[in-house]
């Protein structure tokens, strides 16, 4: 089925919709029509596999044109693993800072590590398991909102040294089941306290094992930890510049922070 076009799904889909339009039109068939012969009509789920597949070869031309980019270019991981879940905590008031810090959800890396990032997603793919994204890419403004909140060096790092999230280097991230349940990590997300160290091992025996199976997952594709959040990973292979560049909201989402 990949040797079609989106666009000739498209087409199809009008066809059949125009097909049911004429069908539509046609006089009421006598008994005797009824049962000598049968009006064809294309069965709903046959079109709405047509949509399904038109769907999911736009996203494969929106992730091949993404991949052809330079490493360094801004790109949207949801669009790159869209089996992963997304909670943009900095999104909302959902967070340590309890405020609403991005106008809207957004999950940017740089392409170089959204490339090592997939390759994670599908290594967890064949247990059954996926990413859960918190942060990613967080704009000097950002950062420097979360330091005068907490401007404790052990959980924040110093806008003026330069965030690795303000790089498109970092994520905060989990994981999840099958079903979207994230697997227990002993703390939640932006847990400021000695448990959600690495070296804190005063756990049950089944948070120590999903946080070895995270850790040793995401340093197999070329992520480091860092001693105080077992959430937070840094990519290493190439050291991307600071940037304040913003993604752009929907007008429709575009609310007063607070």
Known sequence: ?????????????FLLACQGEVVEEKAEP?????????????????????YAEARRLRQLEIRDSLLSLED?????????????????RYATSNNFMELQVYDCPGCYSRLAVAKSLMKVQQNLDSIGLSLKFFDCYRPSSAQWALWKKTPDPR??????????????NALDLSLVDSLGRELDMGTPFDYFGKEAYWSYTQHS???NKNRKLLRQQMQ???????????????????RFPLSNWQWSCPTD???PKG
């Open 155 to 168: 959980y924040v790092h110093p806008p003026k040294q330069g965030s690795m999230h303000s790089r498109g």
């Open 205 to 207: 025996e089944e948070v």
């Open 220 to 238: 197999a594709a070329g992520f480091s930890t860092i001693r105080t959040e077992w959430w937070h990973f840094v990519y290493k292979a190439q």
């Open 1 to 13: 089925m990949d040797k079609f076009s989106p666009f000739l799904l498209l087409s199809l889909l």
């Open 30 to 50: 006598s008994s005797e029509e009824k049962t000598d012969s049968a009006v064809s009509l294309a069965p709903a789920e046959d079109t709405a596999f047509l």
């Open 253 to 255: 989402s575009l609310e």
């Open 72 to 88: 360094s270019a801004w790109v949207d991981l949801q669009q790159l693993i869209p089996q992963a879940e997304y909670e943009i």
